[in-house]
Structure formats: C-alpha cells, structure tokens
C-alpha cells in the first residue's frame, strides 16, 4: 500500500519492521505524528515480517493518518535483520532512520541532525547514542555509548574508525542515512553484526559522522512489553545469540581497516594487539549482556553470561563486580529454571511450595518471573495425603522431605531440592 497525494519529494522515511506486536505499531506510529507539522514530506514506511495477528489491519488503518505510508508484507518470517533492510528498502525519502515498533525518536534532535546533513553532503550516515528510557516513569536512563565530542570519519581514516568503536564501545546501530548511496551498501551479512559491516562499506561512499546528541530512544521498560509474556525483548534476544556475530563483524572491520590502509596483512605484534581489542570488546559485550538479561528477568541468562565473563576477569575488582551480581541473580535463576521445568513436565497441574522457610517469598518470585505457573503451599503431612501427587511438580528446602515424597511414589523428576537448583547457577563458589 502507498499513500502519495503530492509530488514533493519527501525529505525524511521513517522505517519500521515489526512482527506480532500489534499494540507496540499502533503505539510507535502515533508517536509519529509529529511528522505531520515539520514543514516537509515525511514518508512512514512498514515492513510486517509475516506477522499472524492484527498487525496488517492496524499498520494500514495508522497509516491512513500519514499522507506519506508504504506498507509491506513478507511472504514469511525472515530473520528480525532482513526484515530492518527490507523496510528501509522501501524508503524513498532523501534521509533514512529505522525504528523499531517499542521505541521512539527524539523530533527536535532528528530534525537539528538532518539540517546538518543537508549541509555537509560528503556525510553518509549519521550516528548518535540513543537514549535508553523507561516509559513507565518517564526517566532517562543514560546512554548506550556516551561521547564527548562529535567525530567524522573517510575511508582513509578506517583505523581511526576501527580504534574509535573499540574505545567508546560503539554500536553503530541506529543512525540517520542518505537513502541513495546507503542502499549501496544496505545488503544483509550472513555470520557477521550487520552495523559494523554496513559502516565501514559505507565509507567507500562518503563520512561516517557519530555525535553526541541522541535523537532515538531505545525502551528498557514499557508496559505493552510486559503485558506480551510470550515475546522475548529483541534486545534480549540479540545480545543472547549474536556474540560471534560481535566478534566477526570486529574482525571483518579489522580487515576493512587494513586493505583502506594499503596492507595485506598486520605484522605479529600488531595482529596479537588487534586480536586482543576485538575480545575486549566481546568481554565488555558479555558484560552489557548480563545487566540486559537480568534487566529483563531472564536470570538464567544473565549467570551464563557473567560465567563467561569469569573467564575473562583482569582484576580483583572485576570479580568481585561479578561476584555482587551474582547474587542478585541466582535466587531468580533458580525460580525461572523450575518455572521452565514445570512448562514440560508432563501430567503437572500445580507447583507445590513443600516445607519451605519463606513461602510466601518464593510464591511471590513465581508470581514475578513464571507468572503462568499455579503455585500451592502446603506442609508435608498435607502433600502425604493429596490423591493428587502425580499431577503436581513439588519444591522443597527438604532432603527428608523429598525422600518422604519418593517414598510415596512421586517420580524423582517430579520433586526438585531448592538448594541444588540454586547450586546450578552458583559462579563463583
């Protein structure tokens, strides 16, 4: 679907992918109104990835409210990257900016940036931090990548580039493009992190420019997201998944840097440099990753990921930094993996809490983190006498109880000791 009443060429496009969260693209496009009173066309572009509920009918019905809508629909559900290529594919705007259906841009930013790329046409793309936010009370919560000052960069300058991102941790994921010449480089990587592949092409087309005012926000903590218990954040699932891709799209900017350089290959000293900066970067990832997950309440992930970063802990004072959040997450790790363990055990109908010191406590945990999982407290006496005792997954701080529990013919599988689910995701002991 387009919508196009006038010729004027459209300065600015919008672009959108989204897959089954209808509420989250009925609410990013009426953040968008603000297009309609800028002075200049402003095109929204949608690219649903073969979405199953009412995201068609909702993206085509918000879009009747912008003069300026194209809408698409994939044939089936590509990956979450090709869908973000695929809606800015259809953007016919002079400048590009893609937006993800739970976060929102900052107008005045935006507008300041594309003022300064109207007047600097060397530039390709323009990057800037975004701001995270929590929307539920309306606070900023710092930046991904803070800078001090805005930096430009040619083909020429492709170390400096490479040495830049190690430095201030970039991710150069959300920026303002020049549709014409970025659709030359607007490909999808197949094993790589596709921002630090698509920068550093770009720089065969014109300056890659990062600044310090953000005009994205990304959403750490929505309501419609945590109304939608059965969709993972897509940050979550990105840091959770693309720790090779870090590292490739790293080596693959390493090895830009070098052909811009004139040189077929780094001498020893410099590969082993090279090579250490690119695993700083994933340590420092793997770090980011673990507050990610546990922001988002998956603990299980949150201790795999500072187990890795064990591994690769330099000072005294890093392990202690893991051993603190250790702590605030293996009590939750260890409720989520016996929520998980109740979803598949068969025949289960209930969790039964057995002789627990805090009950109350851990019900409320379950509440929090398996909010799907119906939970009982009851003493061992009690769960002796239930005729039900096969249909139940029981929880107990208790050898003595789990043995008593055995003994009236409750399967091993079906009883869990509190203690040794937590063991699981001890790291430091």
């Known amino acids: 679907m387009n919508n196009h009443p006038s010729s004027a060429p459209i300065l600015l496009s919008i672009c959108i992918p989204t897959y089954n969260r209808q509420r989250q693209l009925a609410h990013a496009l009426e953040s968008l109104r603000w297009t309609l009173d800028v002075g200049f066309p402003v095109e929204i572009t949608v690219s649903n990835n073969a979405s199953t509920d009412e995201t068609e009918r909702v993206a085509l019905e918000k879009g009747a409210l912008f003069p300026h809508f194209r809408y ?62 929590n929307d539920v009370t309306q606070t900023e919560c710092g930046l991904v990548y803070p800078l001090e000052e805005a930096v430009e960069f040619s083909r020429i300058q492709s170390a400096e580039l490479f040495n830049f991102i190690f430095a201030k941790r970039v991710f150069p994921e959300w920026g303002l493009y020049r549709t014409e010449q970025y659709m030359k480089v607007l490909f999808e990587p197949h094993a790589l992190y596709f921002p630090f592949v698509w920068t550093f092409r770009a720089l065969a087309y014109g300056r890659v420019r990062f600044h310090t005012t953000p005009n994205y926000r990304v959403v750490l903590h929505n309501a419609l997201k945590h109304q939608d218990l059965n969709q993972e954040n897509q940050g979550l699932v990105q840091v959770k998944t693309f720790m090779d891709k870090y590292r490739g799209g790293m080596e693959f900017a390493a090895s830009m840097a070098l052909c811009a350089a004139g040189l077929a290959e780094f001498n ?5 440099v090279v090579l250490d900066m690119i695993n700083d ?15 988002h309440g998956n603990f299980i992930a949150a201790s795999e990921f500072l187990r890795r970063q064990l591994l690769w802990a330099k000072t005294e004072a890093d392990r202690a930094m893991i051993r603190q959040l250790e702590e605030e ?9 016996v929520g998980e363990l109740f979803g598949i055990t068969a025949g289960a109908k ?45 929880l107990t701080e208790q050898e003595a109880v789990r043995q008593a529990l055995r003994a009236s013919g409750v399967p091993i599988g079906k009883i869990v000791l509190y203690s040794e689910a937590v063991a699981m995701f001890r790291i430091t002991a």
């Open 329 to 337: 997450v293996v009590a939750g790790a260890a409720v989520q993996a």
């Open 350 to 394: 209930r969790l039964v809490l057995c002789e627990m010191a805090d009950p109350t406590g851990i019900q409320f945990r379950f509440h929090q983190l398996a909010p799907n999982v119906p939970t009982a407290i009851c003493s061992v006496s009690v769960a002796l006498c239930e005729t039900d005792r096969q249909d139940c997954l029981y």
């Open 268 to 272: 020893p000293d410099n590969r082993n």
């Open 72 to 133: 698409a629909r994939q044939h089936r559900t590509v990956e979450a990257d090709i869908n973000i290529i695929a809606a800015m594919r259809l953007a016919s705007g002079k400048y590009c900016i893609w937006m993800a259906d739970d976060d929102y841009l900052i107008p005045a930013s935006l507008l300041a940036e594309i003022e300064y790329l109207n007047q600097h046409e060397d530039i390709i793309v323009s990057h800037a931090s975004p701001q995270m936010w």
């Open 281 to 295: 970067f994933v340590v420092g990832r793997i770090s980011v990753a673990a507050r990610i997950a546990q922001h």
